[in-house]
């Protein structure tokens, strides 16, 4: 069983790393990386030839592999050289690209969608979205106290006292979590809101305030996702958003409904209202982001604030993310591969969610 791993374009990170080429070989598969997709995330080829994977050449990987994986999907025309009973792993996000299910099925290629993956707790250890969220989490209060014109933690010093910078989490999912438990340890003051009653208990056991609107609307059906909100919800959460936003140093915004643009919670009215030099880190900033000036990708300045609109934080803490992101690759296909005959399982409940083509193999 040959797994072909390529190289990210746009992104630092690796979708398997060597560590993982080691704990995949003995399972009876051959690993084939194309040349330099490690360097990036500190990776070298030589050190996934050590673990006994071959570097190969793009082209050949395409057209050789029978499970080929990688973080973001190529465009879909490359996918013409695979061979037809080859198995694509990667992050197809069909939920957004309402377009991607079709192109592959006119290819005639199974696809298993990595985002697809049912939040259960016996596929949680294959779940990148949660691994990846609670990166960007992290990595959203370190962003943004580099740019703070301030301290996160209290000071007391010969030379005077300094408060301590407060934080405004929306969105209390995985991402949001990990930027509450960040900026706690920095010794900062945190607020959070989110839609989910669940997530009450999560903010507060991480010693942050939960913010509360009443009449929020919750979908237990919803696979732990947030779902869409009345506009009369979104508009009284604008106005207790804004009061907060108003003394707050740095705003991470993470909420995000599956399938939809990203709620705005901070208006341009609230930005405006905001304390200059104050940061706002927009991690929902691919599907439209939760702040209205937020530009995906950038980092802008309004009226004195800062905004940066960047939904994949993760692959700015390159070496852990693909090293998590390759142990949830690892964990799936161990799950899903019947290694005696070569074959997916039947009737798995993560295949079934995950698979998005109708091919069967
Ligand atoms: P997400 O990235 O889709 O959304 C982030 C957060 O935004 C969610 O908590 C959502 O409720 C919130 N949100 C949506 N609209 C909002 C609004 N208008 N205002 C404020 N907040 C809003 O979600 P996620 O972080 O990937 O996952 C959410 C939850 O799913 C987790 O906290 C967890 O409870 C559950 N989960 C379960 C598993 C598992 O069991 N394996 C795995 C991952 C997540």
Known sequence: MKIGVIKESDDNRVAIIPATIKKLTPLGFECFIEKEAGAKSFFPDETYEAEGATIDSRENIISNSDILVSIHPLPVDQYKACKATTLLISMFAPFNDTEIEGKLNDIGIKALSLDMIPRSTLAQSMDVLSSMA??????????????????????????????????????????????????????????????????????????????????????????????????????????????????????????????????????????????????????????????????????????????????????????????????????????????????LKQDDPILEGAIITNKTQ
Request: proline letters at 3%.
């Open 134 to 343: 609670s990166v960007a989490g992290y990595k959203s209060i370190l962003e943004a106290s580099n740019i703070l014109p301030r301290y996160i933690p209290m000071m007391i010093t010969a030379a005077g006292s300094i408060k301590p910078a407060r934080v405004l989490v929306l969105g209390a999912g995985v991402a949001g979590l990990q930027a509450i438990a960040t900026a706690k340890r920095l010794g900062a003051i945190v607020e959070a809101f989110d839609t989910r009653s669940a997530a009450k208990e999560e903010v507060e056991s991480l010693g942050a305030k939960f913010v509360e609107v009443e009449g929020a609307v919750e979908d237990k059906d919803a696979g732990g996702y947030g779902v869409q909100q009345s506009e009369d919800f979104i508009k009284r959460q604008r106005a207790e958003v804004q009061n907060r936003a108003m003394n707050a140093d740095i705003i991470v915004t993470t909420a995000q409904v599956r399938g939809r643009k990203a709620p705005i919670l901070v208006p341009n009215e609230t930005v405006e209202k905001m304390k200059k030099g104050s940061v706002i880190v927009d991690l929902a900033s691919s599907t439209g982001g939760n702040c209205a000036l937020s530009q995906d990708q950038k980092l802008i300045s309004h009226n004195g604030v800062w905004i940066m609109g960047n939904s994949n934080l993760a692959g700015r803490i390159p070496q852990d993310s693909s090293t998590l992101f390759s142990n949830n690759i690892f964990n799936l296909l161990k799950h899903i591969y019947n290694h005696e005959d070569k074959t």
